[in-house]
Each structure stands twice: as C-alpha cells, then as structure tokens.
T-cell receptor, first 110, second 114 residues
Framework: KQEVTQIPAALSVPEGENLVLNCSFTDSAIYNLQWFRQDPGKGLTSLLLIQSSQREQTSGRLNASLDKSSGRSTLYIAASQPGDSATYLCAVTSGNQFYFGTGTSLTVIP | DAGITQSPRHKVTETGTPVTLRCHQTENHRYMYWYRQDPGHGLRLIHYSYGVKDTDKGEVSDGYSVSRSKTEDFLLTLESATSSQTSVYFC?????????????FGPGTRLTVL
C-alpha cells in the first residue's frame, strides 16, 4: 500500500524567508503528485500538479519538484508571506485512488 | 473552483440515527470521492464512484454506504451514526485525461455524533 509522509509536521518561519516543504512516498509507480493548501476550517485548494513524466511545475512563488526514483517531492515557497500560513498537503495518484500525507502546518511570522 | 457544493455544512446528530450527506457538482465529472479528515489520520477515503451507479469501497468504508443515481450527485449515508463517525467529511471530484488526474475538493461537512 502506498504511504505518504510529510516532515516536519509543523514549521514556523519569519516573513520573507524562502522555504521548502517535503513529501515522500513509498511506491514510485504513481501517475501524478498534487500539492494542496488547507486553511483552518476550509476545504483543500489545489496548488500544483506534477505528472509522473515531469520534473517540476511552477505557479507564481511556488515551485514543486518530483523525483520519482527516490520517492520525493518538494514544494518551494519563495519570499514567504503571512498569508501563506496554512497546512500544506501532498497526494500521490495510483490508479483511481489518491493517497494523502498528513500535512505540514506552516506559520509565517510577520 | 470546480463547482462542488456539500450539504449540510454542519450537522449534529445522535447515536443511532441515520444521516445522509450530499455532494453536488456542476461540471459533469465521472469520478467522485468521499473522504473523512481526522486529526492524526489525515484524509482517508471512504468510497468513490466512477460513474452513475458505479461505486467502490475505500480504506474506511465500514458503517458507510453511498449512492449515485445522477452524474452530479453523490450521497454518503451513515445508516446508524456512531460517535466514532464524528469527523469532517469532504467530497472531491477528479479531472482526468489519460494519466492526468487532478482532484478538487468541496468545502466540507462537519458532523458531530453525540
């Protein structure tokens, strides 16, 4: 069974810092890897999707990379802002199912 | 925004009562999912559907049933609610083209079973 891990569970950084969130998975036979953001009491918002044939995707200040062979993905956030404070989750797709990590709770301190 | 709504958004019920949660989508996607989210467990798949009347079990399907009589609606039923089913329930759809498979979520339903 696919297992997805996100470390650390929580991260606190000062505003303006660049940061990296990590996601690892045990089975490299994936179709996609997707990064989400979740604000307290809200649903998940899709940020970026990387297909298995791709190495990275960028959207604004966000850059996600994928290394299938090592079972890792990173989400890079440039010039962090207080509004980036949220929980970030990654999910991998195998067949019809999605497997989620438990997330990294990010706090950006003004 | 993939046009996903969930109802009700909040519900408090008593142990042993039946509960039905509704997920509605406006974009005609074939695949729909029900998850529950609990502290320390993350998101866990309850059931999913790959078309009208076509459903399959997920990781935590015991105590839940689903129905999909129309493309746009996916219902989750707790036949006899228990306190362990207190959770936040999310519906999702996926946009698929070949192996491209991107998931979008509804706003969630917070269910409390007393």
């Amino acid at each position: 069974k696919q297992e997805v891990t996100q470390i650390p569970a929580a991260l606190s950084v000062p505003e303006g810092e660049n940061l990296v969130l990590n996601c690892s998975f045990t089975d490299s036979a994936i179709y996609n890897l997707q990064w989400f953001r979740q604000d307290p009491g809200k649903g998940l918002t899709s940020l970026l999707l990387i297909q298995s044939s791709q190495r990275e995707q960028t959207s604004g200040r966000l850059n996600a990379s994928l290394d299938k062979s090592s079972g890792r993905s990173t989400l890079y956030i440039a010039a962090s802002q207080p509004g980036d404070s949220a929980t970030y989750l990654c999910a991998v797709t195998s067949g019809n199912q999605f497997y989620f990590g438990t997330g990294t709770s990010l706090t950006v301190i003004p | 925004d993939a046009g996903i709504t969930q109802s009700p958004r909040h519900k408090v019920t008593e142990t042993g009562t039946p509960v039905t949660l509704r997920c509605h989508q406006t974009e005609n996607h074939r695949y729909m999912y029900w998850y529950r989210q609990d502290p320390g467990h993350g998101l866990r798949l309850i059931h999913y559907s790959y078309g009208v009347k076509d459903t399959d079990k997920g990781e935590v399907s015991d105590g839940y049933s689903v129905s999909r009589s129309k493309t746009e609606d996916f219902l989750l039923t707790l036949e006899s609610a228990t306190s362990s089913q207190t959770s936040v329930y999310f519906c999702a759809i996926s946009r698929r083209e070949g192996t491209y498979n991107e998931q979008f979520f509804g706003p969630g339903t917070r269910l409390t079973v007393l």
